[in-house]
């Protein structure tokens, strides 16, 4: 598994909103999302899926990046979305489909913690 930062010139596999969603909403997401990350890497060679067991995943990320969960769910077809990061503001997506393996969909760096604004009830 490889990661670049923005620093380097090759290019980086990065998926759009519209790719994203579809990942999301599709029970074959990862056929489908290998398929547009290499269509949209601009790379001439093709590459293959960065899939294996969920638990060396996140054991690689977390050695070689310093990233750990910080988002999750679940989707509609019961894949499991996971949002890693570092301090360091590198981040990473993976999918997990049901029975079966662990993907990264897409990383990248200037990861940021947004804070939750909760709605406050007009009647309180």
Do not use: H
Not at 98 to 109: A, I, R
């Amino acid at each position: 598994m490889s990661k670049t930062t923005a620093s380097e010139r090759s290019p980086r596999k990065r998926l759009n909103a519209s790719v994203l969603a579809l990942a999301l909403a599709a029970p074959l997401a990862i056929p489908l999302v290998v398929a547009a990350t290499t269509a949209f890497s601009g790379n001439a060679e093709a590459q293959g899926p960065q899939c294996a067991p969920r638990e060396a995943l996140l054991k690689s990320l977390s050695k070689n990046y310093k990233e750990a969960p910080v988002n999750m769910g679940v989707t509609s077809t019961g894949s499991l979305i996971e949002i890693l990061a570092s301090p360091a503001g590198s981040w990473t997506i993976l999918v997990t489909v049901p029975g079966g393996p662990t993907c990264m969909v897409s990383s990248g760096d200037g990861w940021r913690d947004v804070p939750v604004q909760v709605a406050q009830d007009p009647a309180v």
